[in-house]
């Protein structure tokens, strides 16, 4: 479970990206957070994944209290949680099976993760990975001869090997054409369906909000505005969080 408690956090003074935001996102929900540019919604999953922290509130991930956590215990919680970008941060001279094994990372001593001699185990895992997101033929292609579609499902099979609970999605289609963008979003919905994942995606788009979500939290200057099931949203909803001064 992700919970924020009376979240404000400000990157400059007296402009606050997230003000008084309380939200609960339960195990196995698809949640998608919209708003304009600038609503505070990649704030939000940083704070999800402990790499920012409030000045005001709390995050807690699973009954824990980031504010409470460092070092050790940080890392076991961030390694539940996988962020999927826009941009992909793959590694383009490497090869697609090579990084979808970074998924393994934290799971490996300091030597192979050097050396990236990594186990058959692995190796077999990370095959596996690609194959669920369609990608088997792809697994010793270079990232940079992959389409953009292909680069965000080496990105989810990254996800997949690290084993983590919950995916943390920041605008995964925007850079995606509208037939890759619809792939992407079924295969990310599909395996949320089958592995009980959570995933919180932030999205402009409000049409694949309300496809492939279960919930839509609406911002806007940092504020929640709205935050119901999908069937609770219609055009006025929409119009409230996207209108007006920003």
Request: glycine residues 6%.
């Amino acid at each position: 479970m992700l919970e924020l408690k009376n979240v404000t956090h400000q990157f400059h003074k007296d402009d606050p990206v997230l003000q008084q935001v309380s939200l609960r996102v339960t195990d196995g929900e698809f949640v998608a957070v919209i708003g304009r540019s600038g609503a505070g919604k990649t704030t939000l999953l940083k704070l999800f994944n402990g790499m920012v922290t409030p000045q005001q509130g709390t995050v807690w991930v699973d009954g824990e209290c980031l504010s409470n956590c460092s070092g050790k215990k940080l890392r076991q919680i961030q390694q539940k949680i996988a962020v999927i970008y826009q941009d992909f941060c793959l590694v383009p001279q490497s090869t697609a099976l090579e990084n979808v094994l970074h998924g393994a990372l934290c799971r490996n001593p300091l030597w192979r993760v050097m050396t990236g001699c990594f186990s058959e185990q692995d190796q077999e895992n990370a095959r596996a990975a690609l194959a669920k997101v369609g990608l088997a033929e792809k697994a010793d292609s270079l990232v940079s001869t992959l389409s953009g579609g292909e680069k965000q499902r080496v990105a989810i099979a990254r996800a997949l090997l690290q084993q983590a609970r919950i995916i943390l999605a920041d605008e995964p289609v925007a850079s995606l054409d509208p037939v890759a963008a619809e792939q992407v979003l079924s295969l990310l919905k599909n395996l949320q369906q089958e592995n009980k994942l959570t995933v919180v995606m932030n999205s402009h788009n409000t049409v694949q909000a309300a496809q492939y979500a279960e919930r839509i939290i609406g911002l806007k200057q940092g504020v929640v505005v709205k935050d119901a099931p999908v069937s609770a949203w219609d055009e006025a909803s929409f119009a409230n969080v996207y209108g007006g001064a920003q």
